[in-house]
């Protein structure tokens, strides 16, 4: 039977959070493995997330998650909307997710595994929207993500029990620097120097090595 959060993924590549919530019919093209409980399931919980905390947000739940697998997850793979949390007098919606993923030590480092997860996870899901719009100032996204040395992926698979040590990335990105980013005036590397980031709870500065500019909007090509 196929779990509720991969299911949750098919859901939100067939229709929108917004069209899902506001419609009483279940979406066409969801696999025949899902039961019907389970679809109602997965469009309640984004009708919630989405009166609760909007529809942007209730979206970021489950493109992290889509991001993740996409990311050649083989473990358990979750994304959670947390709620609010304090931090440096600003109010962040938290986001935590269980990304599956697993590195390999025999080519990255800890600041190679983290680079990684920014642009796998992070980065793609982040360039899904041309702005942002959730409460609080702005969003904090936990992922957690496992690593260790291999020869194949397929091998980690096979051997769940046997992961390696989990590793915890936090990143806090304040909304006027992720509009900045979105809008393309901002890049990513001064974008994640402004925000806050964690690993293991300790901050760390990412040094990006592949940074590329999202091209700016047709609309804007040629104005400075």
Partial sequence: ?????????????????????????????????????????????M????????????LLQGLLLTHSLQGEAVLTTQSTITGFEER????????RVESGVVLNDK???RDRRLERIWHVVLERTLLKYPKFKAPGDGPAV???Y??????????????????????????????SDLDEFLGH?????????RSRVLVDERPVKIQLTEVTMPPRPATELGQN
């Fill in 142 to 144: 936990e992922i957690s």
């Fill in 47 to 58: 009708k919630a997330n989405t009166q609760k905390y909007g529809s942007d947000a209730a």
């Fill in 107 to 109: 080519t990255m480092d």
């Fill in 1 to 45: 039977m196929m779990s509720l959060q991969r299911l949750f993924v098919t859901l939100l590549v067939g229709a929108s959070v917004a069209a899902a919530a506001d419609s009483p019919d279940l979406p066409k093209g969801l696999p025949d493995a899902a039961s019907k409980d389970q679809r109602i399931a997965v469009l309640e919980l």
């Fill in 185 to 193: 005036r901002l890049g990513p590397q001064e974008f994640l120097g």
């Fill in 146 to 175: 496992n690593h260790r040395e291999y020869e194949r992926l397929s091998d980690v698979a096979q051997t769940d029990d046997d992961a390696g040590p989990v590793e915890r990335a936090k990143f806090y990105l304040l909304g």
């Fill in 88 to 95: 440096e007098g600003r109010k962040y919606l938290g986001f």
